[in-house]
């Protein structure tokens, strides 16, 4: 199992980019969206064989950065959200 960061900047605001966000749902056995652009995401997938299942949904002015995650981070997130990280198999 591998735990990603996902995160992004999608630009074109007349889109509807409803199904990048299903595709990044539906790739992961688990996943936590509590940052706008970020979510966390527990999946077999490789960051590279995730962030190609996104493509097909972006378009050329939007970004997107997946990484592999390991069992070190820190930051200012209430109890819940670490309660939930600390729960992942990295």
């Known amino acids: 199992m591998h735990v990603l960061l996902v995160t992004y900047t999608l630009r074109n605001k007349l889109k509807d980019y409803n199904p990048f966000f299903e595709a ?4 992961g056995a688990k996943w936590w969206h ?3 652009t970020a979510w966390i995401v527990e999946t077999t997938l490789t960051a590279d064989e995730f962030a190609h299942k996104l493509y097909p949904f ?3 002015p939007d970004y997107l950065l997946v990484v592999r995650i390991v069992n070190e981070h820190q930051g200012w997130l209430p109890k819940e959200a670490w309660d939930w990280i600390n729960s992942l198999n990295y």
Do not use: L, W
């Open 58 to 60: 972006m378009e050329k």
């Open 34 to 36: 509590y940052i706008d």
């Open 24 to 27: 990044i749902k539906n790739n």
